[in-house]
């Protein structure tokens, strides 16, 4: 068969519209299910125990629309198209906002650690160095004025160590009192001044409009290495709270099960919600896990728990979702396993 000249144009003209489609990046950002990791390749502590299940850290995949990608999203479930705009603060780069995610996810490392190694009698000290800023939001004071990765160290001349110093320190003052932060950027200290304002959604609180995690540096006797790559954000800190136990008790937790979960755990351990549970608990069972913890916050009704539970009944999963509002209860919950 001979190819004329048509036939070459429009063999042209089809490959340029497949990589048009393949590959011209749309202002939307697609979130849908990404991996459940075991997190004994993750997290390894010194001369710790080994157990024959696996705790498994959960994600949600993340990327630039793409004509093609932007359709399949429309169709699939469970996948959510969010507008560039929304899915990134505006004016911060990919790698600012890269830095700030790897900062919470070191804060909630540091968070799962303290709790673990209280938990299990380890020895563990605790050094507090100041403030960062992960997020600043839109409309507020800070806005234009701080930004992503901002380290505050004082407040009108007051030292600040952990973000609780700041928040109580500006929840003494009213609306329109102005503050002022000294802070590092990019190893330059400045001092910055702001104004309070009331949030939109509590009249009664005021604050620059900054969400913060506290500078800690954590020491223990066990050593404990982690290599989460380039993972981001504070969700898996129960995961991790569990797996550091888990390591540093002889009694297996696992009981030969794939565990996975979700949840923000504070210091005390406390576990918070999370966005994107939806897609975990698709991932979760994609890799075979029996057991899924999920954030109950009280019993809320418009909880993670509950979006778990539905998208679990709506896949047809066997796995099980369980709440928890502490790293207590998802201990308990497990050591009472048969």
Request: charged content about 25%; hydrophobic content about 40%.
């Amino acid at each position: 068969m001979k190819f004329s000249g048509k036939h070459l144009f429009f063999l042209l003209f089809v490959s340029v519209v497949i990589f048009v489609l393949a590959t011209y990046q749309l202002p939307y950002y697609i979130y849908k299910p990404g991996h459940a990791d075991a997190l004994n390749e993750m997290v390894v502590v010194n001369d710790g125990y080994t157990s024959k299940g696996d705790m498994h850290l959960v994600t949600v995949s993340s990327n630039q629309a793409t004509p093609i990608h932007y359709m399949l999203a429309k169709i699939l479930p469970h996948q959510d198209l969010v507008p560039l705009k929304d899915a990134r603060p505006e004016g911060i780069s990919d790698e600012e906002y890269m830095r700030a995610q790897l900062q919470m996810m070191e804060s909630s490392q540091e968070a799962s650690i303290v709790v673990a190694y209280e938990a299990a009698g380890e020895k563990i000290s605790i050094e507090y160095n100041g403030i960062f800023v992960v997020d600043v939001i839109d409309g507020m004071p800070a806005e234009g004025k701080l930004q992503m990765g901002d380290h505050i160290t004082s407040v009108d001349g007051h030292k600040v160590s952990e973000a609780d110093d700041l928040i109580d320190y500006v929840g003494q003052k009213k609306a329109g009192d102005i503050v002022e932060l000294e802070i590092n950027r990019d190893e330059e200290q400045m001092k910055v001044e702001i104004g309070l304002e009331a949030f939109d959604e509590d009249k009664e609180k005021v604050g620059v409009g900054i969400q913060l995690v506290t500078d800690r540096n954590v020491e223990v006797d066990k050593k404990i290495d982690f290599e989460s790559g380039n993972i981001g954000g504070p969700s898996a800190g129960l995961m991790f709270s569990l797996e550091i136990y888990d390591q540093l008790t002889e009694k297996d937790l696992t009981n030969g099960l794939e565990i996975a979960g979700t949840g923000k755990v504070d210091y005390n351990g406390n576990v918070g919600r999370i966005g994107g549970i939806d897609k975990k608990v698709i991932a979760a069972d994609r890799e075979g896990c029996a057991i899924f913890f999920a954030p109950n916050e009280q019993g809320n009704k418009d909880s993670n728990y509950m979006t778990a539970k539905k998208t679990a009944e709506e896949i047809g999963t066997d796995m099980k979702i369980v709440p928890v509002d502490t790293f207590e209860e998802a201990v308990q919950f497990l050591e009472e396993l048969k």
